[in-house]
């Protein structure tokens, strides 16, 4: 057998358990939303409340097929899923593709801009910390539990408050261009840092003191070059083996910042979504959500297995 | 995410970390007895939390709902420690009122997730083969759901209120303390004393009431113990996007979700409110985390 064979059956294991839980999400979802009290023809209409005659509410039912047997609009539910086809919004009254395009890009930007920040906030206090003696490693412990405890909607407001009313340097709303997205960003960003700084320091204080460190420091190496060339990589396993973790947080974040900084993007509709109870935009989100994260710990279970062939060994047994 | 990343990082890191425990137990600034400066301030701060939802009188006698119009929005001073809101409630009052709601909450929460987490941990971790690969399945599923994902999709279908946002923030840790759970279970059936107490002639019954639920239930009480502050911090989350707790109740997201239309003149109704979700999250985490190193020491 090729090196490359065991590789390729566990991807394409891997791929059938991506498809597996699509399927299941959108299964439990559809389900779990015909739990819903009430008529989805009226949240159609105009939401509970509206009055809306019996004509309007049949044709709502029929246009959205709600008349339809329970198990013929799953099957279709499915079917349309197949082509991508998720429906149309009850609220925004526009296809649910659609304004998940519309708003997938900038969270998914904003994302990445806090991800990136977290990582390099996490790193500069863990690299300090590491060479800092007990002091440094005591505070730095201290703050990283402070930042992780610290939601992130209050971190929004103190960033409002001190930025934009006191010091006017910021906009307190999500303006298009860099100044709007950086009170967004930060806030998503502390939080996370304070995680992946407690995984990483770990792996770096492991990494700093380990037999491979003592040779490259008897090979002459200065402890810079110990923390940068030898250290550093080792902590990145821990840091990936929590990006599926860090995917929920910054979709939970990003709930609650877009709202405050009312700032588009996917977190926000959602959170609309729930409000209004717009089932199709619901489902929708939840399934692009799903596959984001089976893709995310799907390329983080493979580069972990290419930073770390242990890992491959123990998989087996797992 | 809910639940803190110590508990979701990957066996690797956790193995690292149990080799470094005795040296890293030796770093940090620590008084007599092995406690750290940092332990002291947060058991002082949980011991704060204790007394002020128990009996909040204690502290703070006045009433949390008593208005007057009068002493609207006043800063922080001698006579209103944090300030007073749009009606002249005492935010100091409100905010120690408020104690015992968000830890009730955040308990309430993590013990719902760690029930469901105990069920199918349990059944996965124990029962034959095929009952883990199943419940190893759902669970796979139920991470696809991730962070406040499922207890939103729960939202929508129960309501908001402030019993639905708890259940919802428990559900939906419930599928990382069954991981962790069932992964604790296996560890601790194929010990030594496990295959003694069979050998000996004890039921699976016996086996599992008097030998792997003592020995699970350490490392229970510490991932619980880390659960709080983070069940707190996304009930108040939920409660300050609407669809938890609602003002005018003294809990510490609803105050701050009424607080948010006065952002930019009145700092102190949003400030104190969130200092404390942000005292009572770090203190559990750093109790979480002082257990846990005592318990790999011993």
């Known amino acids: ?64 097929g709600l008349d339809q047997p329970l198990l013929l609009q799953y099957l279709r539910f499915l079917g349309r899923l197949a082509s991508l086809d998720l429906g149309r919004s009850y609220a925004l009254h526009q296809s649910v593709a659609s304004v998940i395009a519309d708003t997938l890009p900038p969270t998914l930007g904003l994302a990445v801009v806090a991800l990136s920040v977290a990582v390099v906030i996490a790193l500069a206090v863990a690299a300090w910390s590491v060479r800092g003696g007990r002091a440094a490693s005591a505070v730095a412990s201290f703050l990283e539990v402070v930042a992780a405890a610290v939601p992130h909607f209050w971190l929004a407001i103190l960033g409002i408050v001190l930025f934009s009313t006191a010091l006017g340097w910021l906009p307190p709303v999500s303006v298009p261009g860099p100044s709007g997205l950086i009170l967004p960003a930060l806030t998503l960003a502390v939080p996370l840092a304070g995680f992946l700084g407690q995984v990483m320091r770990e792996a770096l204080l492991d990494a700093m003191s380990s037999p491979f460190a003592l040779s490259a420091r008897a090979r002459g190496e200065n402890e810079n ?15 990936i083996g929590l990006a599926g973790w860090a995917f929920g947080s910054l979709l939970s974040g990003a709930v609650v910042v877009e709202t405050i900084f009312a700032r588009p993007g996917l977190g926000r509709s959602l ?25 995310v710990t799907t390329a983080t279970d493979l580069a972990e297995r290419l930073i770390d062939p242990r890992l491959a060994a123990r998989a087996v047994s797992r | 995410m809910i639940i803190s990343p110590s508990l979701t990082e990957p066996p690797a890191a956790q193995r690292g970390r149990q080799r470094s425990s005795q040296r890293r137990h030796r770093r940090g600034h ?49 006579n209103h420690l944090f300030g007073t809101d749009e009606s002249g409630r005492d935010i100091f009052t409100r905010v120690i009122h408020g104690a015992r709601a968000s830890v009730t909450i955040g308990l309430t929460a993590t013990a719902i997730g760690i029930g469901l987490g105990l069920v199918f941990g349990l059944l996965a971790g124990l029962g034959p083969r095929w009952l883990d690969f199943s419940t190893t399945r759902l669970l796979e599923v139920l991470f696809a759901f991730p962070g406040l994902l499922l207890a939103l999709l729960f939202i929508v279908i129960y309501g908001p209120g402030v019993v639905t946002s708890t259940i919802a923030v428990g559900l939906s840790t419930a599928p990382g303390y069954a991981r962790l759970i069932r992964s604790q279970v296996r560890q601790v059936r194929a010990a030594p004393y496990i295959e003694a107490a069979t050998v000996l002639g004890h039921g699976p019954a016996s086996r599992l009431v008097r030998h792997l639920l003592p020995n699970v239930a350490g490392a229970l009480f510490v991932i619980a113990t880390l659960g709080i502050g983070q069940s707190i911090v996304w009930a108040a989350s939920l409660s300050y996007l609407g669809l ?22 009145f700092w102190w109704m949003t400030f104190f409110p969130g200092l404390f979700i942000v005292l009572s999250a770090a203190a559990t985490t750093l109790l979480g985390r002082a257990l846990q190193q005592r318990k790999r020491s011993s």
């Open chain 1, 225 to 239: 070059g110990v923390f940068w060339r030898h250290a550093l990589r080792h902590s990145a396993i821990p840091a």
């Open chain 1, 1 to 64: 057998m090729t090196p490359a064979a065991p590789l390729l059956r566990w991807l394409l294991l891997r791929l059938g358990g991506v498809v597996f839980v699509l399927w299941a999400v959108s299964t439990v979802t559809f389900f779990a939303i015909r739990l819903i009290p009430g008529d989805p023809a009226e949240a159609i209409v105009g939401g509970p409340g509206s009055e809306a005659s019996a004509d309007a509410l049949a044709d709502a039912r029929a246009e959205y």
């Open chain 1, 271 to 295: 959170l609309q979504a729930v409000q209004g109870r717009d089932v199709p935009l619901v489902v929708g989100v939840v399934i692009v959500v799903a596959l984001g994260y089976m893709l």
């Open chain 2, 30 to 78: 620590r008084l007599a007895r092995g406690v750290s400066v940092a332990e002291v301030l947060a058991g002082a701060v949980i011991l704060l939390l204790v007394v002020a939802a128990v009996a909040p009188g204690l502290i703070a006698p006045g009433d949390p709902l008593g208005i007057n119009p009068l002493q609207s929005f006043q800063p922080p001073s001698a």
């Open chain 2, 244 to 265: 938890g707790a609602v003002p005018p109740a003294p809990e510490w997201g609803a105050m701050l979700s009424a607080g948010r239309t006065y952002i930019s003149s």
